[in-house]
């Protein structure tokens, strides 16, 4: 199957720095890219949908000047997480739509887990 | 908006035992998938339902959407410990556009 990955997987950082993961998919082109945060033991939010050479569309209730969503080839996009908080601290995950016909299938990467002191 | 509700939350089985996971929608839905995630995992896809009143089986799992494609179901037969995890669906209700996750059923089976 298609693979998607992330980095890094782990970061751990102080309050009010910035943090930028990368997600990719190393086999499949993807023009559409999804972003997640899953709180512990709780179901995956989506925050945004990436698209590939425009801006990215904000789920209700996420600030996008906070969370910068940038899809600037079809193999990578990142989410920069800015002026990071305590509270900011969760997994993100990444996933890559592969779309033919009927069939739309997400997949997704391993996740970064975020620590804000 | 939509939403994708699952039942139940949390399910603890023998060994052997069959499970079942229910997913309901609150609108009509294009399509469904299923998800398996293990503890400190990430979310693996298992399969994509498209077809009202559609039946698909993965060796001991069986996955079936609803004919009104507004609920789905995993069922599992005879459970095993490797099975153990969180179980998640997602419906779309458009052919491209982003899934909606339900809250998910996690999975505890005692050897």
């Known amino acids: 199957g298609a693979v998607v990955s992330q980095h890094p997987s782990r970061v751990i950082c102080k309050s009010g720095t910035s943090v930028k993961i990368e997600c990719r998919s190393l086999?499949?082109?993807?023009?559409?890219m999804f972003w997640y945060r899953q709180f512990p033991k709780q179901s995956l939010m989506l925050m945004a949908t990436?698209?590939?050479?425009?801006?990215?569309?904000?789920e209700q209730g996420v600030e996008k000047d906070k969370f910068l969503i940038n899809h600037a080839s079809l193999t990578l996009s990142t989410l920069t997480v800015t002026s990071a908080h305590p509270e900011d601290s969760s997994f993100y995950i990444c996933?890559?739509?592969?779309?033919?016909?009927?069939?739309?299938?997400?997949?997704f990467g391993p996740g970064t887990r975020l620590t804000v002191l | 908006g939509q939403q994708v509700m699952q039942i139940p939350q949390y399910q603890h089985v023998q060994e052997g035992e069959d499970f079942t996971t229910y997913c309901n929608s609150s609108?009509?839905?294009?399509?469904i998938q299923w998800y398996k995630q293990r503890p400190g995992g990430h979310p693996v896809f298992l399969i994509q339902?498209?077809?009202?009143?559609e039946v698909k089986k993965q060796k001991r799992l069986t996955f079936q959407f609803g004919e009104a494609k507004k609920n789905s179901s995993l069922h599992i037969t005879a459970t095993q410990t490797t099975d153990v995890g969180t179980y998640f669906c997602?419906?779309?209700?458009?052919?491209?556009?982003?899934?909606?996750f339900g809250d998910g059923t996690t999975l505890t089976v005692k050897p």
């Open positions: 609108t009509t839905l294009s399509n």
């Open positions: 086999d499949f082109q993807a023009t559409t």
């Open positions: 997602a419906g779309s209700n458009t052919n491209a556009g982003k899934s909606t």
């Open positions: 990436s698209n590939e050479g425009s801006k990215a569309t904000y």
């Open positions: 339902l498209v077809k009202s009143g």
């Open positions: 996933s890559a739509r592969v779309s033919s016909g009927v069939s739309d299938t997400q997949y």
